[in-house]
Every structure is written in structure tokens, then in C-alpha cells.
């Protein structure tokens, strides 16, 4: 602008524009970054001024407007500075509270190899309805996948609810009925009387045996020797919080899990999930495509070709978990490798 203003005869009728600077300067920099780049144009402005042989009073005038410019950004800088620190602030509070209700998942938990994907739908947010748990209990293996009915913070509280039963009733009742037991006479006593969580409680109590709890949830995906099988329940339980309201009291449905089988439990957020056409994802399609022997890299598969069906952005709050169990043969030689100088 200013090279522009040296060859026009109107130096003078440039200096609004000189305002631009530290307007543009308070969306990245703070108050002294801004007031720097102000003082700088203010400045640019008295020479072309004095430059232009301009009266005292014009470019006082002229100048007034960068001036008022430059000290209006600085007040909107400062706040902007610190919103992003109050930002930070709940960022990392909403970290630890993730952390807190949704604890890390090792890549193996007792024999089993583990692999968890989970996407909030507010992604500042970190948390949300979804829920899951896994932990080696002196009764096997057990988890918990489940959904939360609603959003926001009553949403994030009935599931750190769920979880601190689910992590305290898992370690101490050795039946797994009795695990969902407790988890609906808790829910009974402090949820309204329209809330429910849907979820999946399994174990593994003893070899070759998966048990599975199903109360109104999405049925999970068994991958053994003879391809991909959804675990309908044999007997539709409703989800947990409704037990007063009537219908069948969960059942127990023990399916086979032999060396080298994976389970997958997921929440709706998977299955709902929507294309531009309006089409659901097609989980059972397509799972097979991306089965490996290793969950980490079969979930980040998935959970891509998830996001590629969307268009980049999860509407609801998605969770994927993958349970593997090694062949024995194949954990042995890799030890042996391991050992081998």
C-alpha cells in the first residue's frame, strides 16, 4: 500500500487503509503484538502525511482512524488471548475427565489382544455417551460396551455411573448376571424414569467360552473359522434402567471362542452412521474387508473407512471395541523369537 501511495499524488487518501494491519494482527497476536503493528501503521501514515504536504489538522483526522483501530483490536485481541487460555484450560480438564471415565485400554489384557476406537460427536468435547470397560477380574475377563440414552454432560454422568458399578460389581460377583444385576438396581435408583443405557456385558470365565449379556444393544460381531456371525440375543432383554417397566430379564448366552476368533462389540453411533444418500454403514459388510491378526490395525481401518462414509464428521458418538485371542502356537513361536539372540 505504501509503495502504491508514493506514486499517486493522494498519499492522504490511503491512511483508512492503514487500519487493515492491526485489525487483521488481533485474530493471531495479543495486545502488544497487535499495538506494535499499529504504532507501525500510524506511523507509515504521519509520513505519507507530511509526504502528501497535507494540512496539520487533516492528518490528524486521517490518522485518528488507524489510531482507534489499533487500541479496538488490542481490547479484542486480550480477549481472545484469554478465552483461548480458558479453552486450554477446559481442554485439559475434559482430557483428565476421559481419561478418568473412559481409562486407557492395554494392547492386551490378560490372553487377549485389545483394541478400542472411540470418536465423540463434539470433538472439543473428548467424551460423550458412549461407554466401555475391560479388566482382568479373578472371574475371567470381562467388558462392557454400552450407549447412553441423550447427549451432554447427564449423558457423560449416568455413564461414569455404569462404569464405577460395572469396574466394582465385575471383580466381586463371580456370576455375570449378577454383574448386570447390580448395574440395573443402581440405574433404578438414580436415573429419571426416560433414561436408559443400552450395553453388552461379556466374560470370559474359562476356556473356550464367551459369555454375552445383551440388554437392548446392538448384537456384537463374532470372526471365527466360519466367517462373521452377529450374536442376536436368544432372548431380547430390555435396556438396563427399564427392568420396572416389564419384558424379559437378561439372559446368559455363552457362545464358543476359540484360539485365533475376535469379538467386536460397537455402539450405535457405528451402525447409524449416515452417507449424503442417507445410507446406514454397513458394519457387517464391511468388517470382513479389514479383519487382521492385529485389532489396532483392523479398528483404524474400520474406523477410516467409517469417517470416508460420512464425509469427515461423526454425527453421534461412535466406539469400537475388538477382542482377539492369539493362537497359541503363533504367541509361542513369537516368544521364542523374541528369546532367540
Known amino acids: 500500500m505504501v ?8 498519499g492522504l487518501g490511503w491512511l483508512p487503509l492503514l487500519a487493515v494491519g492491526p485489525a487483521f494482527a488481533a485474530a493471531t497476536s495479543g495486545p502488544w503484538g497487535v499495538l506494535r503493528i499499529g504504532l507501525l501503521a500510524v506511523t507509515m501514515g504521519g509520513v505519507l502525511g507530511v509526504w502528501g504536504d ?48 473412559l481409562k486407557p485400554v492395554p494392547a492386551r489384557v490378560g490372553q487377549f489382544q485389545v483394541a478400542v476406537r472411540y470418536s465423540a460427536a463434539a470433538a472439543e468435547a473428548r467424551v460423550g455417551g458412549d461407554l466401555y470397560a475391560l479388566l482382568p477380574t479373578p472371574h475371567g475377563v470381562r467388558l462392557i460396551v454400552g450407549d447412553v440414552r441423550g447427549k451432554g454432560l447427564p449423558a457423560v454422568s449416568t455413564a461414569a455411573l455404569v462404569l464405577g458399578v460395572f469396574r466394582e460389581a465385575a471383580c466381586d460377583e463371580p456370576d455375570l448376571l449378577d454383574v448386570v444385576g447390580r448395574i440395573e438396581r443402581s440405574l433404578a435408583r438414580n436415573l429419571a424414569p426416560d433414561d436408559f443405557v443400552t450395553a453388552v456385558v461379556a466374560g470370559y470365565p ?33 435396556p ?6 416389564g419384558g424379559d ?53 474400520l474406523h477410516d473407512e467409517l469417517l470416508s462414509h460420512v464425509g469427515g464428521r461423526l454425527h453421534d458418538d461412535a466406539a469400537l471395541l475388538l477382542l482377539r485371542k492369539p493362537v497359541r502356537g503363533a504367541v509361542r513361536a513369537a516368544a521364542d523369537a523374541a528369546r532367540t539372540p
Open 240 to 245: 438396563l434402567g427399564l427392568a420396572s417397566l
Open 249 to 301: 430379564l437378561p439372559s446368559l448366552q455363552v457362545v464358543p471362542f476359540a484360539d485365533g476368533d475376535q469379538l467386536l462389540l460397537y455402539t450405535d453411533g457405528v451402525i447409524e452412521a449416515r452417507d449424503q444418500g442417507r445410507e446406514y454403514f454397513p458394519l457387517l459388510e464391511r468388517v470382513p474387508r479389514h479383519i487382521c491378526d492385529e485389532p489396532s490395525r483392523t479398528l483404524a481401518a
Open 54 to 101: 497535507e494540512h496539520l489538522r487533516a492528518q490528524v483526522t486521517m490518522l485518528a482512524t488507524p489510531a482507534a483501530v489499533t487500541l479496538a483490536s488490542c481490547l479484542a485481541g486480550g480477549i481472545r488471548k484469554r478465552r483461548e487460555r480458558v479453552l486450554a484450560a477446559v481442554r485439559s480438564v475434559a482430557e483428565a475427565a476421559q481419561n478418568a471415565l
Open 206 to 238: 474359562r476356556e473356550g467360552r464367551m459369555e454375552i449379556v445383551n440388554c437392548g444393544h446392538a448384537p456384537p460381531l463374532l470372526f471365527g473359522a466360519s466367517g462373521v456371525v452377529a450374536i442376536e440375543p436368544t432372548r431380547p432383554a430390555p
Open 3 to 10: 509503495p502504491l501511495a508514493l506514486v499517486t499524488s493522494g
